[in-house]
């Protein structure tokens, strides 16, 4: 009797020994699948075992677009043209409209200048003293940009720049002008609004009273633009005017059997005016320096950088006592270099200034065609020219 009673007691210990671990069990799965969640919904599905015969595909990573870096197909260009001044695309409703060009500061002091990085064609030559002054070629476009909403320091004219103006029939804009420029201006019937006394366009422009004058003026090129679409002036492009510039379709560097290497280009205008640009292989352009300090943008605190440098030799003398400069441009040609992508070749160039006539071209005597992209032109007199140098 004790026996069994042994026996039964046993057999109730097992029996609440498997209870407990099977309660156990069961606590440790609702655990896991608090961290796990299992769609019990689903019928469970059991992975088949590999078979040699039909292995199975990999996957290209590669082909799967990242959410955060997907962009505008580069190919869909609907309503937009090439720009005749980059050779990039610009919107249509642009196409036709005259752009700005503008006379702007050059000296240490003005230094930086507000709007230059935004400008498609930017010109440097000499003026008085050994001291340079730059021409901003503005597509009317960039008035879409935030960085043309203050452009400046802007500075008077000088009859060279009036020239190079009227190559692209702009609007040429200035806050003053010599004497010389103001006949050029009306020789060459050029449109002009000429800051200091542009009456109702005059507005457009301003004083920043914490710069030191003459340096401080700027404006706004959207201002601006809506100010003249306002007036009489004609905001359409001559059908008849071509600024000469062909483009690659492609990124090219440039070929001939003279080629220079071009990593560093020194432009020696004078004692005090020496830039140079650096090129960058990563974005293939080249990086403006002033005054041994990279040049940047007010607006953006960004450096200047260019896809193209234009060099271009010109007879250059005094004009008068005063230091004002000429340069042989009526009816001219001349020599020079092309650089981009870390080369340079040799150039000529021809211009006949009363057709606005303006043509580069290679060694071989074609008309130059040159990378899309901005560029930068340096007016350089002849008896400078060895002290532009390449690197």
């Known amino acids: 009797m ?7 007691s046993f057999l109730i210990l097992l029996l609440s020994i498997a209870f407990l671990v099977s309660c156990g069990n069961k606590e440790n799965k609702e655990i896991g699948n608090e961290l796990t969640p299992i769609a019990t919904d689903k019928p469970s599905i059991t992975e088949p075992a590999s078979d040699s ?6 996957i290209d990573v590669t082909a799967v ?3 955060g870096s997907v962009t505008e197909n580069a190919d869909n ?15 249509a409703e642009y196409a036709d409209q005259r752009p700005y060009a503008v006379m702007i500061n050059n000296i240490i002091h003005a230094y930086p200048q507000s709007g230059l990085s935004d400008a498609d064609i930017l010109y440097e030559a000499l003026v008085e003293y050994g001291i340079t002054r730059f021409l901003a070629i503005y597509d009317a476009s960039k008035s879409l940009s935030a960085n043309t909403e203050r452009i400046g320091s802007v500075r008077s004219a000088r009859h060279y720049f009036v020239s190079f103006s009227n190559q692209y029939d702009a609007i040429f804009v200035h806050f003053g002008e010599t004497s010389y420029a103001a006949n050029q201006i009306k020789k060459q ?11 109702a366009l005059g507005s457009a422009f301003i004083r920043d009273k914490s710069i030191e004058a003459p340096h401080n003026v700027f ?3 959207s201002e601006l633009q809506a100010l003249v679409a306002d007036t009489s002036r004609r905001t359409t492009i001559a059908k008849d005017n071509d600024p000469g510039y062909v483009f690659n379709s492609t990124d090219t560097i440039p070929e001939a059997a003279d080629a220079l290497s071009a990593n560093k280009v020194t432009i020696g205008f004078s004692y005090t005016a020496t830039p140079y640009f650096v090129y960058d292989k990563t974005s293939a352009s080249y990086t403006r320096y002033a005054f041994d300090e990279l040049h940047v943008d007010a607006n953006t605190g960004e450096p200047l950088t260019f896809k193209n440098l234009l060099i271009q030799f010109v007879k250059e003398w005094d004009k008068d006592d005063n230091g004002y400069q000429t340069m ?10 092309y650089v981009s992508d870390g080369k340079a070749i040799s150039i000529t160039w021809e211009k006949k200034e009363s057709t ?15 990378n899309p992209g901005k560029t930068y032109i340096a007016v350089v007199p002849t008896y400078q020219a060895p002290k532009v140098i390449m690197e």
């Open 189 to 199: 019937n050029v449109d002009d609004i000429e800051g200091m006394n542009g009456g």
């Open 65 to 67: 677009p990242d959410p």
């Open 219 to 221: 404006f706004s090129l």
């Open 328 to 337: 042989s441009l009526a009816d001219a040609s001349g020599t020079g270099y």
């Open 53 to 58: 015969s039909t292995p199975t595909p990999a």
């Open 77 to 91: 260009h609907e309503n937009e043209v090439i720009s005749r001044l980059t050779g990039l695309y610009i919107p």
């Open 356 to 370: 606005q006539f303006m043509r580069y071209y290679d060694g071989e005597g074609n008309e130059l065609s040159m």
């Open 2 to 8: 004790n026996f069994r009673r042994i026996v039964l």
